[in-house]
């Protein structure tokens, strides 16, 4: 077995979409016009997609008030103060920075709809 997709409930489906291609890199490999407006996401790897659509009877969570542990996308940077920077211009926000002592750099942000995303530089690359 292996992961597919990361499936989420969100707002807006088709401008989230469109802000994840424009800032960080992902490609849309289906999408679906009509309610539910769903959107398969995929990076680079080819090994995971990310499925975000808009379902209304089920409540799309609020993210922005979730604690980012609870849930948040993670994604490789080979430069995350750089990734910062521009992800803040696009309209992300920032929240934190953790150092480990394998000398991973990690900063967590809010994506402009409250979602939590993670740029990971990792001291031992886990994948």
Request: hydrophobic share 40%; charged share 25%.
């Amino acid at each position: 077995m292996k992961i597919e997709h990361f499936a989420l409930n969100v707002k807006d489906p088709a401008a989230m979409a469109q802000w994840y291609i424009e800032n960080l890199g992902l490609e849309i490999i289906r999408k679906m016009d009509k309610t539910p407006h769903t959107h398969f996401l995929g990076d680079k790897s080819g090994a995971i997609l990310l499925e975000i659509y808009n379902n209304p009877p089920d409540q799309v969570p609020h993210y922005k008030s979730m604690d980012p542990l609870l849930v948040h996308l993670a994604f490789v940077s080979s430069d995350p103060e750089s990734d910062k920077k521009r992800l803040t211009a696009a309209g992300a926000s920032y929240v934190e920075e953790v150092n480990l002592p394998d000398g991973s750099k990690l900063i967590m942000m809010r994506d402009p709809w409250g979602l939590a995303i993670q740029l990971c530089q990792r001291g031992i690359p886990m994948i």
